[in-house]
């Protein structure tokens, strides 16, 4: 059974960073290209960003771009997305899965950002 995991939001002010992680059990993480995804009160589930399996390609959204980045760490079969100069648009459930979204949602985890 897959499960994954997030963790690590909260509120932090515009122009702050924060760290999320993505805890990922009954699959074979290392071979998998995984992916962040966010949803915004009233709007649908939007890409963020995605990373290959060992970590050396990445790709993300244009709105993100320069300033989230997406580590993994496959002995530990989880993915981070490391955000920085956040934005109060930014304010989102953020979830992870892999980039195709084969597997269940996890609950999220709830960032906001606001002064």
């Known amino acids: 059974q897959v499960q994954l995991v997030e963790s690590g939001g909260g509120l932090v002010q515009p122009g702050n960073s924060l760290r999320l992680a993505c805890a990922a059990s009954g699959l074979t993480f290392s071979t998998c290209i995984m992916g962040w995804f966010r949803q915004a009160p009233g709007k649908e589930r939007d890409f963020v960003g995605g990373?290959?399996?060992?970590?050396?390609?990445?790709d993300y959204a244009a709105s993100v771009q320069g300033r989230f980045t997406i580590p993994r760490d496959n002995a530990k079969d989880t993915a981070y997305l490391q955000m920085s100069n956040l934005k109060p648009e930014g304010t989102a459930v953020y979830y992870c899965n892999r980039r195709d979204y084969k597997y269940p949602w996890g609950q999220g985890t709830q960032v906001t950002v606001s002064s």
């Open positions: 990373i290959s399996w060992n970590g050396r390609y990445t």
